[in-house]
């Protein structure tokens, strides 16, 4: 008796080991998250300390996995990047945000939405250019990703405000994004990747000029995502909490708008031209 217990308890363990692992499989619609610390997350910070405020938009779910800094895949929280962007304190981002959204729409089934967070606070574009260290580990995150299924569905992008404090840097901006795009799209062996990115809603005294940069790129399958006007906390850098759950909202809108339009209904809430389930 005992010992049909304890191979009882083994099959029982090994089962649910099997369904843990199943979470990076085939129906894994993987989101890179990449850029400063915006993208990394301050909301809900002061005095480097984190509120631990969570907003009912971010919560967790079983459907939202997050690769952490070991490459494994874990059921995400609050704050995606604690253990990416180790040397400062992460609070709230746009992530959670947008995955939640994205499970909420109406009429396309994403299985398992998987984040990948990459983003580390005070980089310029150059620290992303091929060859270099972030974007090493970025590659190298992405591909992780992979290794048991899933696709990457696009790259949600929100860097700039270091390059806005440099005019030789904000000149260049355009130049060296469009670069970054293409080696990363190459790299990753996904020619049309979308990429969301951010147009940024704080900097330097060159903001402006890599702010048109941003919004007048021109590849396929590059969107851009205006974050200026949404609240800034009391440092003028870091979008607050609201206003990253506004930022992951308008984020969902835009990579929905990437996919096949689905049949509408009268009685469907509609954001953006798009519809989502009521949450």
Same mark, same amino acid.
């Given at each position: 008796?005992?010992?049909?217990?304890?191979?009882?308890?083994?099959?029982?363990?090994?089962?649910?080991?099997?369904?843990?692992?199943?979470?990076?499989? $085939?129906? @894994?619609?993987?989101?890179? +998250?990449? &850029?400063?610390?915006?993208?990394?997350?301050?909301?809900?910070?002061?005095?480097?300390?984190?509120?631990?405020?969570?907003?009912?938009?971010?919560?967790? @779910?079983?459907?939202?996995?997050?690769?952490?800094?070991?490459?494994?895949?874990?059921?995400?929280?609050?704050? +995606?990047?604690?253990?990416?962007?180790?040397?400062?304190?992460?609070?709230?981002?746009?992530?959670?945000?947008?995955?939640?959204?994205?499970? @909420?729409?109406?009429? $396309?089934?994403?299985?398992?939405?998987?984040?990948?967070?990459?983003?580390?606070? &005070?980089?310029?574009?150059?620290?992303?250019?091929?060859?270099?260290?972030?974007?090493?580990?970025?590659?190298?995150?992405?591909?992780?990703?992979? %290794?048991?299924?899933?696709?990457?569905?696009?790259?949600?992008?929100? %860097?700039?405000?270091?390059?806005?404090?440099?005019?030789?840097?904000?000149?260049?901006?355009?130049?060296?994004?469009?670069?970054?795009?293409?080696?990363?799209?190459?790299?990753? %062996?996904?020619?049309?990747?979308?990429?969301?990115?951010?147009?940024?809603?704080?900097?330097?005294?060159?903001?402006?000029?890599?702010?048109?940069?941003?919004?007048?790129? $021109?590849?396929? @399958?590059?969107?851009?995502?205006?974050?200026?006007?949404?609240?800034?906390?009391?440092? &003028?850098? $870091?979008?607050?909490?609201?206003?990253?759950?506004? +930022?992951?909202?308008?984020?969902?809108?835009?990579?929905?708008?990437?996919?096949?339009?689905?049949?509408?209904?009268?009685?469907?809430?509609?954001?953006?031209?798009?519809?989502?389930?009521?949450?």
């Amino acid at each position: 008796m005992e010992y049909l217990l304890s191979l009882m308890l083994i099959l029982v363990s090994h089962a649910c080991a099997v369904s843990a692992a199943d979470w990076g499989l $085939h129906n @894994n619609n993987i989101f890179i +998250l990449a &850029g400063q610390s915006n993208m990394a997350g301050r909301g809900g910070i002061v005095n480097e300390t984190w509120d631990g405020i969570v907003p009912s938009e971010c919560r967790p @779910n079983p459907s939202i996995l997050r690769l952490s800094a070991g490459l494994t895949w874990v059921e995400a929280r609050e704050p +995606l990047h604690a253990d990416i962007d180790t040397n400062k304190t992460c609070g709230i981002g746009p992530g959670m945000v947008f995955a939640n959204a994205v499970l @909420n729409l109406k009429d $396309h089934f994403f299985g398992i939405v998987g984040l990948v967070p990459c983003a580390v606070g &005070g980089t310029n574009l150059s620290e992303w250019s091929r060859g270099s260290y972030l974007y090493t580990q970025l590659v190298r995150r992405a591909t992780a990703s992979l %290794q048991h299924g899933g696709k990457i569905r696009a790259l949600l992008w929100y %860097q700039g405000e270091s390059d806005s404090e440099s005019r030789d840097y904000a000149d260049s901006y355009k130049g060296k994004l469009e670069k970054f795009i293409m080696d990363l799209r190459t790299d990753l %062996q996904s020619p049309m990747l979308p990429v969301i990115q951010v147009g940024i809603a704080s900097g330097g005294p060159f903001m402006e000029t890599v702010r048109k940069a941003q919004l007048g790129l $021109h590849l396929p @399958n590059v969107t851009c995502v205006d974050a200026k006007g949404l609240p800034l906390g009391s440092d &003028g850098l $870091h979008l607050t909490t609201p206003a990253q759950v506004q +930022l992951g909202h308008k984020l969902a809108r835009a990579f929905l708008q990437t996919l096949p339009r689905p049949i509408t209904n009268n009685t469907s809430e509609r954001c953006g031209g798009l519809e989502f389930q009521d949450a």
